[in-house]
């Protein structure tokens, strides 16, 4: 019996198992290592601000999964976010009250949805790959959002 059990163990797949779950184990390690060294590292604040930051890749990142999911890629997401956030945040600034910040999120979601209904259309119908869809639209999305900000930042917060 103490056999089988020593084999078992001879047996374990280091490789599969670090392939896995090896990013989790660096990210814990990180932030072990972190909080022993930096003071307020593991404080609650600290974690938010983390995920608050993180966030809107990790959004992102969930759209892109579909599209590589379903053997696609997309190339315009960054530039469709800054498109949709220039014309949200320009709306915002251009205005007074609380209705409108609701006007501002649905300007964005508008541009950010019609921007993606112009990439899945050229890609289904129209038959063009999805690497030069996307392309054609990354360009056009980073160009559309310095002409529409006048190649100026906006700066909504204030």
Do not use: H
């Amino acid at each position: 019996m103490i056999a089988t059990t020593t084999n078992a163990v001879r047996d374990i797949n280091y490789s599969a198992f670090f392939n896995k779950y090896g990013m989790v184990l660096i990210l814990v390690l990180l932030f072990t290592v972190l909080s022993f060294n930096i003071e307020g590292f593991a404080s609650f604040r600290n974690i938010f601000s983390i995920l608050e930051q993180v966030s809107m890749f990790g959004i992102i990142a969930i759209g892109v999964t579909f599209a590589i999911v379903t053997a696609g890629i997309d190339l315009s997401t960054g530039s469709i976010v800054a498109l949709a956030s220039v014309v949200g945040a320009t709306i915002v600034t251009g205005s007074e009250g609380y209705g409108m910040t609701l006007v501002a999120f649905g300007g964005a979601m508008f541009v950010g949805g019609f921007c993606g209904l112009i990439n899945g259309t050229i890609t289904a119908y129209g038959r063009i790959p999805p690497f030069i869809a996307t392309l054609g639209m990354m360009t056009a999305a980073r160009g559309f959002a310095q002409l529409f900000s006048d190649g100026r930042p906006v700066d909504a917060s204030s």
